[in-house]
C-alpha cells in the first residue's frame, strides 16, 4: 500500500449504528486530520493530530470521537449518527513542523462515503 | 477568521482555449495550496506556492501567488478534455508558535472541458 489509504470505502448506516472509519498512512508522516466534505460546503477541518496528540477540534459533535493510537493510524469512531452527517469523510497527513519541513501540503486518501439513515 | 473565496465556481469551457481561476483570501498567509479532485476520488496535490511573486507550471496548469494582494490564480492553457475535475485552493492559517498551520479551503471550482 502507498500514500494514504481509507477503509470502507462506502457505508450506509442507522442513526443507533456505532461504526467505525479507519485510516492508515504510509508516507512517514507524524500529523493526521480528519475532514468532512459535503455538497456546495467547502472541505471542513474536524479534528488534527500531532505526533499521536489530538491538538485541533473544530467544535465537532461528540457523536464523532476520533483516535489516534500512532503516526500512522487515525479512526472516526461514530455512533448516534444524524442524517445531516451523511458526507464524504476525507482522512490526510503530513509533516509536522520541526522535522525540516515548515510548509503543511497534506496528502488525502479517498474518502469513505458515509449515509446516514 | 480566514475566508476562502475562490471563482468561478463552474466553468464550461471548450478545449484549446485558455482561462483563469482565481482565488482570493482574507488574511496574512504567504502558503497556497492547489489540488485536484476527480469525481469520486481523493484530493491530489498540484502546486505548493510558499511566497510572494512564486509561479509554478506543470503541463497545461500555471499556478501564482501574489501575497500583497491575497491572490492566487490557476491558469489553464489549450485546455483538454483529461484537465476536467474539481480544483480546489487552500490557505495555511499562519502558526508562529512552531506547529503547522491549519488549511482553509475554498468551494472548489467544478471545471468540464468539451470537445
Known amino acids: 500500500e502507498t500514500g494514504v489509504t481509507q477503509t470502507p470505502r462506502h457505508l450506509v448506516m442507522g442513526m443507533t449504528n456505532k461504526k467505525s472509519l479507519k485510516c492508515e498512512q504510509h508516507?512517514?508522516?507524524?500529523?493526521m486530520y480528519w475532514y468532512k466534505q459535503s455538497a456546495k460546503k467547502p472541505l471542513e477541518l474536524m479534528f488534527v493530530?500531532?505526533?499521536?496528540?489530538?491538538?485541533e477540534n473544530n467544535s465537532v459533535p461528540s457523536r464523532f470521537s476520533p483516535e489516534c493510537p500512532n503516526s500512522s493510524h487515525l479512526f472516526l469512531h461514530l455512533h448516534t449518527l444524524q442524517p445531516e452527517d451523511s458526507a464524504l469523510y476525507l482522512c490526510a497527513s503530513s509533516q509536522a513542523h520541526g522535522m525540516g519541513i515548515w510548509y503543511n501540503e497534506q496528502f488525502f486518501g479517498p474518502g469513505t462515503r458515509l449515509t446516514v439513515l | 477568521e480566514l475566508k476562502v473565496e475562490q471563482n468561478p465556481l463552474f466553468l464550461s469551457m471548450q478545449e484549446g482555449k485558455n482561462y483563469t481561476i482565481y482565488c482570493n483570501y482574507s488574511t496574512t498567509s504567504d502558503r497556497l495550496y492547489w489540488y485536484r479532485q476527480d469525481p469520486g476520488k481523493s484530493l491530489e496535490s498540484l502546486f505548493v506556492?510558499?511566497?510572494?511573486?512564486a509561479v509554478k507550471q506543470e503541463g497545461r496548469l500555471m499556478a501564482s501567488l501574489d501575497t500583497k494582494a491575497r491572490l492566487s490564480t490557476l491558469h489553464i492553457t489549450a485546455a483538454v478534455h483529461d484537465l476536467s475535475a474539481t480544483y480546489f485552493c487552500a490557505v495555511e492559517i499562519m502558526n508562529y508558535g512552531g506547529s503547522q498551520g491549519n488549511l482553509i479551503f475554498g468551494k472548489g471550482t467544478k471545471l468540464s472541458v468539451k470537445p
Open positions: 506556492l510558499l511566497s510572494n511573486g
Open positions: 508516507l512517514g508522516h507524524n500529523a
Open positions: 493530530y500531532n505526533f499521536k496528540e489530538q491538538t
